[in-house]
């Protein structure tokens, strides 16, 4: 009989006590404890078990725990003997940032405070007695969630001390989802006082610390070593190209097909596969994320259990924004196309907004796209390079992202969906009112991308706006891209829809190739905007569109795949500030 699955459960203790589903990933302990590395900082995606981990990782080790072997019978961890009597034998810090989510400084630090302070009220015990001199006293009762940044940067460190006195035996720290606090400085715009208030705190617990053992943090991202790392030269990083842990966060295809025999779906196994495999960690290729998989057992039927099991908005916030040239990209990852990239998978988050690398490091990292093939090589400048081949990770993934730009487009839904329709139909007058109610709604959501406003993001509302902003760019691209993408959500059935590709002599704006060319028309656009110096209206704009179109011969790539001459629309779209105008040849 298959066992029970306990959705979103996070304590190994209640797992094991209860017999709930629960594949075996104890050999974690065996191989971190014999790499005997000082600090260790495992990068995960969200919901691949890393706070599971570090809650067995505790208990395994924690003085709390000791004769718990009930716990750990009958794991791999439990087989060999010198494991056996580690059990139980030190003391833990164990502490977790994944609920530090506050929109102010002051609110972080107080959250941060808080845990801090929950740390010290469980070992009161500690007061007891003469183990603490008066004066470490005096600090002990000073930790609270007003408590001053000198004594809160300096808590780890102190409680260290205090328990290692006591036990007479250093610590091991755990410290899960560090770079939760990170991620929302960035997004609220106070990542410089919430850089200073982590290093002091890391260095002083991790890196200035007599009486620790060793220590593990986790996180989705490997947040540069500059910003909150910079005097830890003891730290170990194992992100997700590293080799090291490779098979003990998520689930492997031999453990899930495993699972699948046991739950009675055997024949499941290639539509699992297909769905929710393409995970990449180290050298294996064959890792299942565990909360689609835990969501499929227990409910038998498919879903994006993982990819909207929390909020993408930092994500789409990157993409709606990027650069033209990386919502091109974007369009060929959604096609199943794959990309190049360079990778530093140092987080630089204040360097998001600046450049294509550190997105794509951050998705990596993120687990929305996987690496296919890595190279590395010297450039012709002397320099070393990293590149690598990135697809979505998996057909989750691909839903996940489709049903986040149609939400880009909520606001304008009917008015979109009616373009579409006239599109199709060949209606240019239906096209225009459409498309003027749609880049009413909407145009302000793809604004290029930027540094994010200590309070209110900075908006551009025209065109001319983002011309003077980012100059040298083609500014429609900030609203066409985006509508490009919504274009290949709502089309993928009839159309492979392409932008920016080589066809005749040049490169065309947008391509809508049918999937059926004996019985739909091809579709090209062109957009241009508005030039007061050398276009008197709208309409001059239009026809310089169509004039590329003809002058490029942009339709050669149609006609070679089989699309009739007469059957290829060309439309020219002409933008000044909200305002469009499209004409057909």
């Known amino acids: 009989m298959a066992r029970a699955v306990g959705i979103g459960l996070q304590s190994f203790e209640k797992i ?6 629960y594949i075996d990933k104890t050999k974690f302990i065996k191989e971190w404890w014999e790499n005997g590395d000082d600090v260790t900082l495992i990068t995960r995606p969200r919901r691949f078990g890393k706070t599971l981990t570090m809650n067995m990782t505790e208990q395994f080790f924690s003085i709390q725990y000791a004769k718990r ?41 107080y959250r941060i405070c808080q845990i801090l302070m929950n740390l010290y009220l469980e070992n009161r015990f500690l007061l007891e007695g003469d183990i603490l001199e008066p004066r470490e006293k005096a600090y002990f009762n000073r930790i609270s969630e007003t408590m001053n940044e000198e004594d809160a940067t300096m808590s780890l460190h102190y409680l260290s001390l205090f328990l290692s006195r006591y036990y007479n035996k250093k610590v091991i720290i755990l410290l899960d989802e560090y770079d939760t606090p990170m ?15 982590m290093r002091s705190m890391f260095n002083a617990a991790f890196k200035t610390n007599p009486y620790l053992e060793r220590a593990i943090m986790t996180g989705i991202t490997r947040v540069s070593k500059e910003s909150i790392f910079s005097d830890l030269n003891n730290l170990e990083v194992v992100t997700t190209t590293s080799p090291k842990y490779d098979d003990c966060f998520g689930f492997t295809e031999e453990e899930v097909f495993d699972a699948l025999d046991e739950f009675g779906m055997p024949e499941r196994k290639q539509e699992v596969k297909d769905w929710y495999d393409g995970f990449t960690f180290g050298n294996r290729k064959d890792i299942y994320n565990p909360w689609s998989i835990l969501n499929y057992l227990d409910k038998k039927q498919f879903g994006a259990y993982w990819a909207n099991s929390s909020s993408n908005g930092l994500v789409g916030k990157l993409i709606r924004e990027g650069s033209k040239e990386l919502k091109t990209s974007f369009e060929k990852l959604l096609q199943g196309e794959s990309i190049i990239a360079e990778i530093d998978e140092q987080i630089v988050y204040n360097q998001l907004d600046d450049g294509e690398q550190a997105v794509w490091s951050l998705l990596l990292a993120s687990g929305y796209v996987k690496v296919k093939h890595f190279k590395a090589y010297m450039s012709d400048f002397g320099e070393w390079k990293q590149e690598y081949e990135l697809e979505l990770t998996n057909f989750e993934v691909r839903t996940m992202f489709r049903g986040m730009i149609k939400k880009w487009f909520m606001g304008a839904a009917s008015d979109y969906n009616d373009f579409v329709k006239a599109l199709l139909l060949g209606d240019v007058e239906a096209m225009n009112e459409y498309m003027n109610q749609v880049s009413e709604a909407v145009f302000s959501n793809f604004d290029t991308g930027r540094k994010p406003a200590k309070s209110e993001p900075e908006r551009f509302h025209s065109v001319e706006a983002i011309t003077e902003r980012f100059k040298g760019q083609n500014a429609s691209a900030c609203f066409y891209h985006g509508f490009v993408l919504g274009l290949m959500v709502e089309l993928s059935g009839r159309y492979a829809l392409t932008s920016n590709r080589e066809s005749g002599f040049g490169r065309y704006d947008v391509m809508l190739e049918p999937l059926h060319p004996d019985r739909e028309q091809g579709i090209i656009m062109e957009f241009k905007v508005f030039q007061p110096r050398k276009e008197k209206d709208l309409e001059d704009t239009v ?6 179109i003809e002058e490029k011969k942009y339709d050669t790539s149609l006609i070679a795949k ?18 469009v105008l499209i004409g057909e040849e």
């Open 16 to 21: 094991r006590e209860n017999q709930y589903f």
């Open 69 to 109: 072997e009930d716990l750990f019978e009958g794991l791999a961890i439990w087989e060999e003997e010198t494991y056996r009597e580690l059990q139980g034998t030190y003391p833990v810090i164990n502490l977790s940032f994944a609920n530090v989510k506050e929109n102010r400084y002051e609110k972080v630090r």
């Open 183 to 197: 991620q929302e400085a960035y997004v609220n715009g106070y990542w410089e006082q919430m850089v200073s208030f």
């Open 543 to 548: 026809k310089a569109a169509l004039k590329q």
């Open 562 to 579: 089989g699309v009739p001459r007469e059957r290829i629309h060309k439309y020219g779209f002409a933008f000044r500030g909200k305002e």
